[in-house]
């Protein structure tokens, strides 16, 4: 793998539904060990943008190159398997199943099974499965979660759930964490927490972070970086005081005519 | 009034005179309940994992004893043409991931529902056409003859039937519980793109899921075709096991199997004990009563997962 540069090199990706570009020629680079901001208005495109990231959609022209290889074509399940986890906009969590299971199904990638082992518990199949619940309990400590462990995922308030989502996308120790809208519909409180994880989790376990949110003020304090995305294309790319003070920005978020 | 008061307690005192009988009638029950439980399991199966209700599922029971019998006519020795059939089965879970399922992915269950139709009648024509439509004999070397416990008399065949039954659900309980791929098929029922981005891939699941519902629909296919003959009726075993999925639920193994035992037991004890006040002929339609008093009052079914709706 190449170390030296950027993790993920977005080159002029357009994303057409039918007749409706929803991104037009967009570029970006999310550099190593950095928490990249996307943000812009409604319909700008920036979900669409996080789902051909991760596979679900892909690209109509443009490249996508992880870790300077060229991936634009996988399948969601194998963008996994590169080391990308991603949350999603409206909460996807596994509702029937409890928090602890919810967050094993994170490390799946992570498991070599053997059924029959499996079902024994024995030998291997024990050993393993102790490692990965070690590991999972080291994600419930760090989120703070240990109260919720053996509740069914759909019974949680929202707060909780995408902070349970979260925990499962780490339970895959990602190199590269997609988060959408990680703090919508919380309050001040529940935000301020879930800042304060994203930046542990960037400090702490040194993963790299793109997050799409609404919040400005959030987006300006915990970012390093800011790409603003207006009707699919991309209208600047900075530090959050560079972008504060551009004007196309100023002008998408407050409005003039677009012709 | 008095007389049909007298009607309704009366068989309660038949019970009370005759243990043994009853013993009898309730083993019946109980051997009729482990195969509709059979059958109800290869739905769980599949709609636990794909969200899918597969309407195909008596008739892969019916294509699954149709090939057993039709390969042992042919001249292959018993275990070979179960193994083979077990081939048929999984290539059969292989063709329909590949062909009707994996086209599908994302669309409404509705939409995988009415796939599942076409593939019902498919499968019963193909069926046909390579074995024949006529009624088959299927002998699996267990005498369908009755011996005594005490006072009871017990059919091999159904006792054969019930173990069996009680094992592949004991394997199954544990493989969707206790291990990571039963983790990851419940994962798949719960939501697919959560599942997709987290490195499961759905194809595999899903023609997992498939080849084990068509190995239950092989025990499913002989155990009822020893019983009652190999032929097209078969297939209509399925619409007994809807009542059983609805007080059982539609996603719980331990509720199929639970599911299976109550409506075989109360629909024999009606049968045999209340019908002649009727004039009989209750136990077609008593489990879909049963069903109907279960959708009022417990809609999620007895094991099934509690419906949890944030408003």
């Given at each position: 793998m190449n170390d030296a540069g950027p993790l993920l090199e977005v080159e002029g990706v357009s994303v057409r539904f039918g007749a409706l570009m929803a991104l037009h020629q967009v570029s970006l680079r999310i550099e190593r060990g950095e928490i990249l901001a996307i943000i812009g208005p409604n319909g700008a495109g920036k979900t669409t943008l996080l789902n051909v990231i991760s596979g679900f959609y892909h690209p109509w022209e443009g490249r996508i190159r992880f870790a300077g290889r060229d991936r634009t074509r996988l399948k969601p399940p194998d963008v996994a398997e590169l080391g990308i986890a991603r949350t999603f906009q409206n909460v996807a969590l596994?509702?029937?199943?409890?928090v602890l299971d919810n967050i094993m199904t994170g490390r799946l990638l992570k498991m070599r099974g053997n059924v029959v082992l499996d079902a024994l518990w024995w030998g291997p199949a024990q050993r393993q499965e102790l490692a990965h619940r070690a590991a999972v309990e080291r994600i419930i400590d760090f989120l703070e979660i240990q109260a919720i462990r053996k509740t069914p995922a759909g019974k949680l308030p929202y707060g909780l759930q995408k902070r349970v989502e979260l925990a499962r996308a780490l339970a895959a120790e990602p190199q590269l964490l997609l988060l959408d809208e990680?703090?919508?519909?919380?309050?001040v409180e529940e935000k301020e927490d879930m800042c304060r994880f994203i930046l542990d989790v960037n400090g702490e376990l040194g993963t790299t972070i793109a997050l799409i949110e609404h919040d400005m003020g959030v987006v300006m304090d915990i970012s390093d970086r800011v790409v603003v995305l207006d009707y699919g294309r991309k209208i600047a790319d900075g530090t959050p005081d560079q972008v504060r003070k551009d004007q196309a920005v100023l002008d998408a978020y407050l409005g003039v005519a677009h012709d | 009034m008095t007389e049909i008061l007298h009607g309704l307690v009366a068989p309660f005192a038949d019970i009370a005179s005759n243990p043994s009988f009853f013993a009898e009638v309730l083993i019946g029950g109980i051997a009729a309940g482990l195969m509709y439980s059979l059958v109800a399991l290869g739905f769980v199966l599949i709609f636990k994992a794909s969200g899918v209700f597969n309407f195909a599922q008596g008739v892969m029971v019916l294509f699954a004893a149709l090939t057993l019998v039709g390969l042992i006519e042919r001249g292959a020795p018993v275990a070979l043409a179960l193994l083979l059939t077990v081939g048929v089965m999984v290539l059969l879970a292989f063709a329909i991931e590949r062909v009707v399922l994996r086209p599908l992915v994302n669309q409404e269950h509705i939409i995988l529902f009415m796939a599942t139709i076409g593939l019902n009648f498919f499968l019963e024509g193909f069926g046909e056409m390579l074995w024949g439509a006529n009624v088959k004999r299927l002998d699996v070397g267990i005498p369908d003859t009755s011996f005594k416990i005490g006072n009871v008399l017990v059919n091999r065949l159904e006792l054969t039937a019930a173990l069996t039954a009680a094992v592949i659900v004991t394997v199954l309980a544990v493989f969707f519980q206790k291990t990571s791929i039963g983790r990851a098929l419940r994962a798949v029922a719960d939501d697919h793109e959560a599942a997709l981005s987290l490195g499961i891939p759905l194809k595999t699941i899903w023609t997992v899921v498939w080849s084990v519902a068509g190995l239950v629909a092989i025990v499913a296919g002989i155990m009822w075709g020893a019983k009652s003959g190999v032929q097209f009726s078969l297939s209509l075993i399925a619409l007994k096991a809807l009542p059983v999925l609805i007080l059982g639920g539609f996603t719980s193994v331990p509720g199929a199997i639970a599911g299976g035992l109550i409506i075989g037991v109360c629909e024999k004890i009606a049968e045999v004990y209340w019908g002649p006040l009727v004039g009989g002929a209750i136990e077609n339609w008593f489990a879909y009563v049963l069903a109907l008093a279960f959708l009022l009052f417990r809609p999620q079914g007895l094991f099934g997962e509690r419906i949890i709706e944030r408003v």
């Amino acid at each position: 793998m190449n170390d030296a540069g950027p993790l993920l090199e977005v080159e002029g990706v357009s994303v057409r539904f039918g007749a409706l570009m929803a991104l037009h020629q967009v570029s970006l680079r999310i550099e190593r060990g950095e928490i990249l901001a996307i943000i812009g208005p409604n319909g700008a495109g920036k979900t669409t943008l996080l789902n051909v990231i991760s596979g679900f959609y892909h690209p109509w022209e443009g490249r996508i190159r992880f870790a300077g290889r060229d991936r634009t074509r996988l399948k969601p399940p194998d963008v996994a398997e590169l080391g990308i986890a991603r949350t999603f906009q409206n909460v996807a969590l596994f509702k029937g199943m409890s928090v602890l299971d919810n967050i094993m199904t994170g490390r799946l990638l992570k498991m070599r099974g053997n059924v029959v082992l499996d079902a024994l518990w024995w030998g291997p199949a024990q050993r393993q499965e102790l490692a990965h619940r070690a590991a999972v309990e080291r994600i419930i400590d760090f989120l703070e979660i240990q109260a919720i462990r053996k509740t069914p995922a759909g019974k949680l308030p929202y707060g909780l759930q995408k902070r349970v989502e979260l925990a499962r996308a780490l339970a895959a120790e990602p190199q590269l964490l997609l988060l959408d809208e990680p703090m919508a519909g919380m309050n001040v409180e529940e935000k301020e927490d879930m800042c304060r994880f994203i930046l542990d989790v960037n400090g702490e376990l040194g993963t790299t972070i793109a997050l799409i949110e609404h919040d400005m003020g959030v987006v300006m304090d915990i970012s390093d970086r800011v790409v603003v995305l207006d009707y699919g294309r991309k209208i600047a790319d900075g530090t959050p005081d560079q972008v504060r003070k551009d004007q196309a920005v100023l002008d998408a978020y407050l409005g003039v005519a677009h012709d | 009034m008095t007389e049909i008061l007298h009607g309704l307690v009366a068989p309660f005192a038949d019970i009370a005179s005759n243990p043994s009988f009853f013993a009898e009638v309730l083993i019946g029950g109980i051997a009729a309940g482990l195969m509709y439980s059979l059958v109800a399991l290869g739905f769980v199966l599949i709609f636990k994992a794909s969200g899918v209700f597969n309407f195909a599922q008596g008739v892969m029971v019916l294509f699954a004893a149709l090939t057993l019998v039709g390969l042992i006519e042919r001249g292959a020795p018993v275990a070979l043409a179960l193994l083979l059939t077990v081939g048929v089965m999984v290539l059969l879970a292989f063709a329909i991931e590949r062909v009707v399922l994996r086209p599908l992915v994302n669309q409404e269950h509705i939409i995988l529902f009415m796939a599942t139709i076409g593939l019902n009648f498919f499968l019963e024509g193909f069926g046909e056409m390579l074995w024949g439509a006529n009624v088959k004999r299927l002998d699996v070397g267990i005498p369908d003859t009755s011996f005594k416990i005490g006072n009871v008399l017990v059919n091999r065949l159904e006792l054969t039937a019930a173990l069996t039954a009680a094992v592949i659900v004991t394997v199954l309980a544990v493989f969707f519980q206790k291990t990571s791929i039963g983790r990851a098929l419940r994962a798949v029922a719960d939501d697919h793109e959560a599942a997709l981005s987290l490195g499961i891939p759905l194809k595999t699941i899903w023609t997992v899921v498939w080849s084990v519902a068509g190995l239950v629909a092989i025990v499913a296919g002989i155990m009822w075709g020893a019983k009652s003959g190999v032929q097209f009726s078969l297939s209509l075993i399925a619409l007994k096991a809807l009542p059983v999925l609805i007080l059982g639920g539609f996603t719980s193994v331990p509720g199929a199997i639970a599911g299976g035992l109550i409506i075989g037991v109360c629909e024999k004890i009606a049968e045999v004990y209340w019908g002649p006040l009727v004039g009989g002929a209750i136990e077609n339609w008593f489990a879909y009563v049963l069903a109907l008093a279960f959708l009022l009052f417990r809609p999620q079914g007895l094991f099934g997962e509690r419906i949890i709706e944030r408003v």
